[in-house]
């Protein structure tokens, strides 16, 4: 399996299991904890989310097929999801809600369509169902996992260490993606000495 496709299938293990912490317990934070917050307000910033990916990632989708700077725009991506987590914790109103759903979706909006765009082009030729399996399984059994994790730690320990937590974990996973962006500076480093040697040889 190729190297980048390691590295993103363990990046978005830990920035899907991060926000899978969340999603037990998200809405009964909303209602319980916010002013002006109540379960149709939690179903609205979820909407509010989704328009708001699905409304950046079409157009951006069309760039980044062209474009060759496809790492930095996820890491780029993964950074801006990573800050809503710790919005989450200063939140005291719905308005604070909807401002970190709308930056998640942006966030989101550039981080999807590259990761599918470097997915696709470093999937094994011939391996294409058992490599997206393998994406499929680890992500499922984490967020399998952190439903009852996440219920867990905000139970015990409270809404905000949980999200806390979740910030450190989508924080991992962009991190992870650092390591991508230092394997293609090798390449090109690589590719460029292969060329310039080339030429050499050519002058001889």
């Known amino acids: 399996m190729d190297k980048t496709i390691k590295l993103l299938i363990l990046s978005d293990i830990f920035l899907i299991t991060g926000f899978g912490l969340i999603d037990p317990f998200l809405a009964v934070f909303i209602k319980d904890r916010l ?10 910033a979820t909407t509010l989310f989704l328009i708001t990916k699905s409304l950046v990632q079409l157009p951006f989708s069309k760039y980044i097929d ?14 801006i999801v990573s800050i809503v987590p710790f919005i989450f914790v200063l939140a005291s109103k719905m308005e604070h809600i909807y401002i970190a759903q709308v ?7 550039l981080a999807v369509p590259t990761w599918l765009s470097l997915f696709t082009t470093h999937i094994d030729k011939g391996r294409e169902g058992y490599e997206w399996s393998i994406y499929s399984t680890f992500v499922g059994l984490g967020i399998a996992l952190s439903g009852l994790i996440g219920a ?11 999200f806390i937590i979740v910030g450190i974990l989508t924080l991992t996973g962009s991190s992870i993606l650092f390591n991508l962006e230092i394997k293609s500076h090798k390449e090109k480093q690589k590719s460029s000495y292969i060329s310039g040697k080339h030429k050499l040889n050519s002058y001889k």
């Open 152 to 162: 867990t730690i905000a139970s015990f320990f409270g809404f905000k260490t949980a």
């Open 103 to 109: 930056i998640r979706g942006i966030g989101a909006g």
């Open 35 to 44: 002013i002006n917050g109540s379960l149709m307000a939690a179903g609205f």
């Open 66 to 79: 062209n474009h060759r700077e496809k790492i930095k725009y996820l890491i780029t991506g993964t950074l």
